[in-house]
């Protein structure tokens, strides 16, 4: 998972690229960087920790130029550090570029391999990077009757190329010397939107980047959609028109991973949270008896208030976050996650004490947060705990970049509904079903991706 933002024709590009990731973080708290170009040279700057602590004042005043892009990375078990930080700049046969990608490839490793026997030399770990190797190595391809603008023909064909022999998921932005270009994958993933103020473009992952520095939200790229952006404007092109792949928009982006903020998929992450909890109201109505409503902060928070309006039943804040814990907790082993939610999040003793409480939160993983607060809320004195999930059990892993580990991992694939009320020590368990998801999403069932819910995937190297 990451989040990416660019900027065209922006004074103080770096700045603004700063600014936005600085909306983006929740998407990645691994690595941050950014790439500017003057038009002649281009200006990177890449490190491990968050944006703030990253990215230095010297760092955005050797940033120069009036356009970036920008990356923030999520840390996914297997390749940790700042080896894999982006923007990868690249000197290519096709001329030197920045790039940012925010999703997984399903073939990258068939890729990696094919070209590697070609004799390409791989600099990195992840993913992204075939990217530029495709585009270095490709002999261009356009669409039959595609009518490229003048100006794109000596760059797109080679992208368009690339674009073609990867499989999977990416919003990916490209930074060259006098244009940035944008690219959503046929499936649509994950979100990428532009945004304008005046004659700036901004191209984010959630349209919260764009609040912060000050822009207008335009539109989301639509799933296929690569866009050129120069001094003459903007110029959209499709090139796989004609590819059979369905929109599959990732549903955890609305239950987890966006910000409760930010429009994407073409509505708001608030309103789909709060139908998520009044379709859980609806769906667990006189199976049980409580006097409050607590989430589990902060991605209970929207599904609690729509599980409380529908319901009836009292919200209360029975769990307050600690926002200063520090980075070294935020690391994907078992033992520092136990610990993590201990550090995080604290009962409040009078709101608990001597009450039955239903506490709501977005998804259930491995079972750890929810086991360690039924555990909090006993000793601070609740009678009784049940445990709401607003969203379906995860049972499949995720290919195309949120970090839902391997089946064996996921306890909903270890034990039945009674196994993980049992091992989280709730006195009750229910979780929102497929149907009542998909209910609390505008569109139609096939257009998202649910596949770690359902093993339903969209591509079928994912399977
Ligand atoms: P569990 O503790 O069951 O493994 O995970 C569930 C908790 O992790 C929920 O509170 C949910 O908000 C959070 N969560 C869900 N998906 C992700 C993810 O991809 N990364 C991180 N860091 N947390 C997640
Ligand atoms: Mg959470």
Known sequence: MCGIFGAFNVDRAALHAYWGLYALQHRGQESAGICTTDGKEFFVVKKQGLVLEAIKREDLERLKGRAAVAHVRYSTAGDAGGANAQPILAETSKGTFALVHNGNLVNYKVLRKELTEEGVKFSYTSDSEVFVHLIDRSEGWVPEGMQLHPRDKDFLPYLFDALRTVEGAYSILLLLKDRLIAARDPHGFRPLQIGRSGESWFFASESVAFDIVGAEFKRELKPGEVVVVDGEGLRSY??????????????????????????????????????????????????????????????????????????????????????????????????????????????????????????????????????????????????????????????????????????????????????????????????????????????????????????????????
């Open 238 to 463: 499709f090139p796989f028109r004609n590819s059979s792949a369905r929109r599959a928009a990732c549903i955890f982006e609305y239950i987890y991973f966006a910000r409760p903020d930010s429009y994407i998929f073409g509505d708001w992450v608030y309103e789909v949270r709060k139908r998520l909890g009044r379709e859980l109201a609806r769906e667990v109505a006189g199976r049980f008896e409580v006097d409050a409503v607590v989430p589990v902060p902060d991605s209970g928070i929207v599904p609690a208030i729509g599980f409380s309006q529908e319901s009836g039943v009292p919200l209360e804040l029975g769990l307050i976050r600690n926002h200063y814990v520090g980075r070294s907790f935020i690391e994907p082993t078992q033992e520092l996650r136990d610990l993590k939610v201990l550090m995080k999040l604290s009962p409040v003793k009078p709101v608990l004490r001597g009450k039955r409480i239903a506490i709501i939160d977005d998804s259930l993983v491995r079972g750890t947060t929810s086991r360690r607060i039924v555990k909090m809320l006993k000793r601070a004195g609740a009678e009784k705990v049940f445990v709401l999930i607003a969203s379906p059990p995860v049972r499949y892993p995720c290919f195309y970049g949120i970090d839902i580990p391997t089946k064996e991992e996921l306890i909903a694939n270890r034990l039945d509904l009674e196994g993980i009320r049992d091992h989280i020590g709730a006195d009750g368990l229910y979780y929102l079903s497929v149907e009542g998801m998909l209910r609390a999403v505008k569109g139609k069932r096939e257009e998202y991706c649910t596949a770690c819910f359902t093993g339903d995937y969209p591509t079928p190297a994912g399977g």
